[in-house]
C-alpha cells in the first residue's frame, strides 16, 4: 500500500481534524498534544502526521513533503495557493475576517471622508485586496502577532484579523467595524499526490467529504 503524509497544526485545526479523520479510520496511535514527535504514525500503518505551524502547512503540502493538509482559508489566500489543489472545506476552526478600531474611532465618517489610514495586519494580501475593491487608501503595517495592540498603542488606526468569539477585541475595548470574509479550514492535497497516489489518496478524501458534509450545511 502507498505511503501517505498529512500536514496538520497543533491546536484548533488539530482539533477538529482528528474527529474527522477518525471517521475515515485515521487514529493517531500516540496523543499529538503531548507526544514530541513530529511524525505521528497512526492507525492505518502507512498513514501518517506531521505536525507543522498553521502557516506553513500549505508549502509543504505544495513540495510533495505531505500529500494532503488541513489550512485555514486565512492561510490560503496569504500563501496564493500555487500548486495545491483544494478538494473539500472541511467546515471547521470557523472564523472571520474582520476590521477592527477602537471603541468611539469614527470609522463610516473616514470612510466617506476618504481619509488615508493605517491598518496594521498578519494578512496583508487579504487586507489589500479588501480596501482595494473599496477604493479606500490605507498604508498597511505588517505584524505577527498581537494586532489588538496597534489601535491601543496609536500604531494603526485600525487592524484586520480573525475574530471568532469576539471576546479578544471586547476585551481590549475594540469593535468590529466591517467583516471581510467567514473563514473555515479546506483539506488541500499535492496535485501529483493526486495523480500518483490516487488509489490511497481519493478514498480517503471522499471519506473526509462525507465526515464533514454536516458542518458544511451549517447550524
Ligand atoms: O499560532 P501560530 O502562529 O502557530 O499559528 P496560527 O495562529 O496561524 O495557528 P492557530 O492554531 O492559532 O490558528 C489556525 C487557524 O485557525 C487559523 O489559520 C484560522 O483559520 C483558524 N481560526 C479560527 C483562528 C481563530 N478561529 C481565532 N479566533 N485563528 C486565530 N484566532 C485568533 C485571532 O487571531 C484572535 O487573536 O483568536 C483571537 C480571537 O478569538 P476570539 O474568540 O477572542 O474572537
Ligand atoms: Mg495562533
Redesign the pocket.
Known sequence: MTALTIAL?????LDEALPLLASAGIVPTEDPETSRKLFLPTSRPRVSIVLV???DVPTYVQWGAADLGV?????LLEHGGQGLYQPVDLGI???RMSVATRRGYDWEGTVQRGARIRVATKYVSIAREHFAAKGMHVDLIKLY?S??LAPLSGLADAIV???????????NDLVEVETIMP???RLIANPAALKLKRDAVKPLVDALAAASASNRAGP
Do not use: H
Not at 9 to 13: C, D, L, N, Y
Open positions: 497544526s497543533k491546536g484548533r485545526i505551524r498553521a502557516s489550512a485555514g482559508k486565512d492561510v476552526a470557523r472564523c502577532g494586532m489588538e484579523d480573525l475574530v471568532s468569539t469576539g471576546n479578544t477585541l471586547k476585551a473563514i473555515t479550514s
